[in-house]
Nanobody, 124 residues
Framework: QVTLVESGGGLAQAGGSLRLSCAAS????????MGWFRQAPGKDRDFVAA????????FYADSVKGRFTISRDYAKNTLYLQMDSLKPEDTAVYYC?????????????????WGQGTQVTVSS
């Protein structure tokens, strides 16, 4: 069992920055990867970024590449998403997720545990 708690969402202006955190507890040492997904009103949940939990390799959606940075503090069991150069289209609820065994890190069905989500709103 893994429990995930996100924090750090809020309101930002276009061009600004926010940093999301996700504190993980439980059997995280068995994780393959952790990721961030987002869901805007009326839209499907989309992949944002993922990181291999043990080796640190990263993966990004094209829409955020070069603007967002995913990282983890292995010792603290904490996942981060640094979001820079924010755009109004980044407005969504952002979810942290834990993937126990699948290499398909861009697919939401590969993830076994999810946080409750944190709202990010970017004004123009």
């Amino acid at each position: 069992q893994v429990t995930l708690v996100e924090s750090g969402g809020g309101l930002a202006q276009a061009g600004g920055s926010l940093r999301l955190s996700c504190a993980a507890s439980g059997r995280t040492f068995t994780s393959y990867a952790m990721g961030w997904f987002r869901q805007a009103p009326g839209k499907d949940r989309d992949f944002v970024a993922a990181i291999n939990w043990h080796y640190g390799s990263t993966f990004y959606a094209d829409s955020v590449k070069g603007r967002f940075t995913i990282s983890r503090d292995y010792a603290k069991n904490t996942l981060y998403l640094q979001m820079d150069s924010l755009k109004p289209e980044d407005t969504a609820v952002y979810y942290c997720a834990n993937n126990l065994r699948s290499s398909m890190v861009r697919v939401d069905t590969s993830y076994d545990y999810w946080g409750q989500g944190t709202q990010v709103t970017v004004s123009s």
